[in-house]
């Protein structure tokens, strides 16, 4: 298949109007372009705020493909594609007196830190219980190596106390 010379973000997000909740294969195929351009393009409209991406988890031990879909931004919600209003009267703002649903929160990558926090909060309401890495990722969906490397620092730090050499066991540190 002939490659398309350049593809703008406008036809990115009106491919994802037209087909939310796509893979960065399947829009590749839509569009035309690599899978890697695809996927890199994506990123770039994520981190501006134009698409939202949806994890895809796990499946069957493998990671799914991430999904990705138009973000729903004031003026994508106020237009349609071809530049008209949607609905209602002259002045007034789309929705007025409808209570609209707050999107799932993804479970995307975290910030600085915040592993840090989930993991002290995990362990602090199970006071008194020890936990290994691997318990703690899969009761946070999180990385198993990235939990384990948070413990170590937050040992190091007094913040967990390690019970348990073989197998790594942590609990939280008593309030001094």
Same mark, same amino acid.
């Given at each position: 298949?002939?490659?398309?010379?350049?593809?703008?973000?406008?036809?990115?997000?009106?491919?994802?109007?037209?087909?939310?909740?796509?893979?960065?294969?399947?829009?590749?195929?839509?569009?035309?372009?690599?899978?890697?351009? &695809?996927?890199?393009?994506?990123?770039?409209?994520? #981190?501006?705020?134009?698409?939202?991406?949806?994890?895809?988890?796990?499946?069957?031990? %493998?990671?799914?493909?991430?999904?990705? &879909?138009? #973000?729903?931004?004031?003026?994508?919600?106020?237009?349609?594609?071809?530049?008209?209003?949607?609905?209602?009267?002259?002045?007034?703002?789309?929705?007025?007196?409808?209570?609209?649903?707050?999107?799932? &929160?993804?479970?995307? %990558?975290?910030?600085?830190?915040?592993?840090?926090?989930?993991?002290?909060?995990?362990?602090?309401?199970?006071?008194?219980? #020890?936990?290994?890495? &691997?318990?703690?990722?899969?009761?946070?969906?999180?990385?198993?190596?990235?939990?384990?490397?948070?413990?170590?620092?937050?040992?190091?730090?007094?913040?967990?106390?390690?019970?348990?050499?073989?197998?790594?066991?942590? %609990?939280?540190?008593?309030? %001094?």
């Amino acid at each position: 298949m002939a490659r398309p010379l350049q593809i703008t973000d406008d036809e990115i997000l009106e491919a994802l109007a037209a087909r939310p909740e796509v893979t960065s294969a399947e829009l590749s195929e839509t569009l035309g372009i690599g899978q890697s351009t &695809a996927g890199k393009r994506l990123a770039a409209l994520e #981190a501006a705020g134009s698409v939202r991406r949806t994890s895809g988890g796990r499946k069957a031990g %493998r990671r799914a493909p991430d999904r990705w &879909a138009a #973000a729903a931004t004031p003026e994508v919600a106020a237009t349609d594609l071809t530049g008209g209003a949607l609905g209602g009267e002259p002045g007034e703002e789309p929705g007025d007196g409808e209570e609209t649903p707050e999107p799932p &929160a993804a479970a995307g %990558r975290l910030g600085r830190g915040e592993l840090g926090s989930l993991v002290r909060d995990y362990l602090a309401a199970h006071p008194g219980e #020890a936990f290994g890495p &691997a318990a703690l990722g899969k009761a946070l969906d999180r990385s198993q190596g990235a939990i384990s490397n948070s413990l170590a620092t937050m040992a190091a730090h007094g913040e967990v106390v390690l019970v348990g050499d073989k197998p790594r066991r942590y %609990r939280i540190a008593e309030p %001094r």
